[in-house]
């Protein structure tokens, strides 16, 4: 592999791994899974660094890695009857979240929603990520993603209603 | 000077400290570095391996023809093995084919 790319995929891995790992925690909700899981999409985006098409930004591309590798690592977690505090309360467990009543709340009526939706809403309302950008990542059309974010809030809303908590939302 | 080196919290309540960013940073390019280092090498092994299997088997073949498995000389039979099968009923033959046969081989009469 050329220098250059080696530099790149560094300077990459640099600039996005706080964020790849914020990502990574959402979806595992766990500190050491979110860890291996940057680092396992680190090592699968550097063995596909050649295959980068260019049809998408190189980041956009590398968020790819991580929330597949993050869901395949919830997938093979997922408990059959999950005892863990942390899962039950469908918030991240790791040392660097801190939530109030309010932001619990939202985490656990986040974890009710499906995959998709659920996915969709963290990316817009979490990360404010342009819908272009998750349409990309998820690979899936824009039209879509903003159904499901618009069914994703009305549901979160109703959830939540019942506390008489408001939440930013966007159609 | 600025010490503070936390992040600021986001909307999902996750701040992200530079220095632990920078951590995993590191690590994740090293693993990602290490194991295609590991690929790399384990291509080369198997090529190497696979070339020095062909040229031994190359070298033992030249010297021990022998070892060639032999292929299985085809299978011959006698007129006299054909006509007995025929007449102890191991083969059935069309009238056709009977008539072929004898033509072949200046039967006038079954």
């Known amino acids: 592999m050329q220098p250059e790319a080696l530099r790149d995929f560094t ?19 766990d500190h050491g899974s ?9 090592i699968k985006m ?11 930004q190189r980041s956009t591309w590398a968020y790819r890695f991580v929330v597949n590798e993050a869901l395949s690592a919830k997938r093979r977690s997922r408990p059959l009857a999950t005892t863990d505090p942390a899962e039950l309360a469908a918030v991240p ?6 939530a109030d009543a309010v932001l619990n709340a939202l985490y656990a009526a986040v974890a009710q929603l499906p995959e998709q939706q659920r996915l969709v809403f963290q990316f817009r309302y979490f990360d404010e990520l342009p819908y272009a950008d998750i349409a990309q990542i998820l690979g899936t059309s824009q039209g879509g993603l903003k159904a499901n974010y618009h069914h994703a809030v009305a549901k979160i809303k109703k959830t939540m209603v019942g506390l008489n908590l408001d939440l930013h939302s966007e159609s | ?19 632990f960013a920078s951590e995993l940073a590191e690590r994740a390019t090293r693993a990602a570095v290490a194991a295609s280092q590991r690929r790399v090498r384990m291509r080369r092994l198997t090529w190497t391996a696979t070339a020095v299997a062909a040229v031994f088997a190359g070298v033992v073949l030249n010297l021990n023809p022998q070892i ?19 007449e102890q009923g ?20 079954l």
């Open chain 2, 1 to 19: 000077m600025n010490l503070n080196t936390a992040a600021p919290k986001r909307r999902d309540g996750i701040y992200v400290p530079a220095n």
């Open chain 1, 46 to 56: 550097w063995s596909n660094w050649s295959s980068f098409r260019g049809d998408a």
């Open chain 2, 68 to 86: 060639v498995p032999a292929v299985a000389p085809a299978t011959e039979l006698t007129v006299d093995e054909a006509w007995s099968a025929l």
């Open chain 1, 93 to 98: 467990d790791s040392p660097y979240f801190e």
């Open chain 1, 11 to 29: 300077e990459l891995v640099q600039q996005h791994a706080d964020q790849w790992y914020r990502v990574a925690l959402r979806i595992v909700l």
């Open chain 1, 34 to 42: 979110a860890q291996d899981c940057v680092q396992d999409a680190s």
């Open chain 2, 90 to 109: 191991d083969v059935t033959l069309t009238d056709d084919e009977l008539l072929e046969l004898a033509e072949l081989h200046g039967i006038t009469t």
